[in-house]
């Protein structure tokens, strides 16, 4: 990115393929990044939820929606379990009381 600006002002770069350049970059840059992440760290997200508990009850419907979106794939309700299809992957079955 440094070569890239130093192109552009010693004018053998125009700026407008300066910008391309530059975005391909960080377009590269990000999905290094994101290559980079193999799992989820269940103790972060532990405690992303904890806190999310203490202000759970002042939320509003959009938001708690959104926050359920995030965390939950699907749920199959059958008729005697409901299965949860967490986001990371992991399956919970609860069993209807009889």
């Given at each position: 990115m440094d070569?890239?600006?130093?192109?552009?002002?010693?004018?053998i770069?125009?700026?407008?393929?300066g910008?391309?350049?530059?975005?391909?970059?960080k377009?590269?840059?990000?999905?290094?990044?994101?290559?980079?992440?193999?799992?989820?760290?269940?103790?972060?997200?532990?405690?992303?939820?904890?806190?999310?508990?203490?202000?759970?009850?002042?939320?509003?419907?959009?938001?708690?929606?959104?926050?359920?979106?995030?965390?939950?794939?699907?749920?199959?309700?059958?008729?005697i379990?409901i299965?949860?299809h967490?986001r990371?992957g992991?399956?919970?079955?609860f069993?209807?009381?009889?």
């Amino acid at each position: 990115m440094d070569k890239i600006i130093r192109m552009i002002e010693e004018d053998i770069l125009s700026i407008e393929k300066g910008k391309i350049q530059m975005n391909k970059l960080k377009e590269e840059k990000a999905e290094l990044l994101a290559s980079e992440i193999i799992e989820i760290d269940f103790s972060k997200v532990e405690q992303k939820l904890k806190q999310i508990k203490q202000i759970y009850p002042y939320m509003t419907r959009t938001e708690k929606s959104r926050l359920w979106h995030l965390l939950i794939n699907k749920i199959d309700a059958q008729e005697i379990k409901i299965v949860v299809h967490w986001r990371f992957g992991t399956k919970y079955t609860f069993r209807k009381p009889m």
